[in-house]
């Protein structure tokens, strides 16, 4: 199994700027795409990056110039920073890896989500 822990969230003021954190641990035998959604009250999951384990990323047209997704393979982390935030970005967000567990066969995991509100 993998277990996926982000931190980072919390309350900002508009135009302020946060870092989420994922770390991805167990028997973990490779990873391949790692990303960041985000689900607002009474609206679905929504992607709002990912990165291969190349490099390549792709943003929601939403955040892009404002948010930045990069990831350490070494420490099977990924991060989210994000700056110029606005009300809108309001949400839980959540942190996704495609993974390939010893024994088992690959698959998307979840992190349990973290609260980024942002305040007008």
């Known amino acids: 199994q993998v277990q996926l822990v982000e931190s980072g969230g919390g309350l900002v003021q508009a135009g302020g700027s946060l870092r989420l954190s994922c770390a991805a641990s167990?028997?973990?035998?490779?990873?391949?795409?790692m990303g960041w959604y985000r689900q607002a009250p009474g609206k679905q999951r929504d992607m709002v990056a990912i990165?291969?384990?190349?490099?390549?990323?792709n943003y929601a047209d939403s955040v892009k110039g404002r948010f930045t997704i990069s990831r350490d393979n070494a420490k099977n982390t990924v991060y989210l920073q994000m700056n110029s935030l606005k009300p809108e970005d309001t949400a839980v967000y959540y942190c996704?890896?495609?993974?390939?567990?010893?024994?088992?066969?690959?698959?998307?995991?979840w992190g349990q989500g973290t609260q980024v509100t942002v305040s007008s």
């Open positions: 996704n890896a495609y993974a390939w567990v010893v024994g088992r066969n690959s698959r998307d995991y």
């Open positions: 167990g028997s973990i035998f490779s990873i391949g795409a």
């Open positions: 990165i291969t384990s190349g490099g390549n990323t």
